[in-house]
Nanobody
Framework: QVQLVESGGGLVQPGGSLRLSCAAS????????MSWYRQAPGKQRELVAT???????NYADSVKGRFTISRDNAKNTVYLQMNSLKPEDTAVYYC?????????WGQGTQVTVSS
């Protein structure tokens, strides 16, 4: 079975940093475009960052300059480095894999930014 398992979430103060990890099994992520989404309470799920098979990246305007998506294909893992965190970054963060014929979601990890 395919699994995307997120980790690294938690509670941080404004201005702090976290690194989220997404460990994949059942797929080889080098064949997939990988993305991070987030969903805050009462809000729609939104695209945060994308890393394509070719290594290009895209970011939501709200996180540009603060977040970095990367991958380690040897470890079959995708990362989201989050710096200068703001309370409005509070959400459940989801890993997403998009291949030629298949798409998969992780279970999500909670990020809370609060004083």
């Amino acid at each position: 079975q395919v699994q995307l398992v997120e980790s690294g979430g938690g509670l941080v103060q404004p201005g702090g940093s976290l690194r989220l990890s997404c460990a994949a099994s059942g797929i080889i992520i080098s064949s997939y475009t990988m993305s991070w989404y987030r969903q805050a309470p009462g809000k729609q799920r939104e695209l945060v960052a994308t890393n394509t098979r070719g290594g290009s990246t895209n970011y939501a305007d709200s996180v540009k300059g603060r977040f970095t998506i990367s991958r380690d294909n040897a470890k079959n893992t995708v990362y989201l480095q989050m710096n200068s965190l703001k309370p409005e970054d509070t959400a459940v963060y989801y890993c997403y894999a998009s291949g030629v014929i298949s798409r998969y979601w992780g279970q999500g990890t909670q990020v809370t930014v609060s004083s």
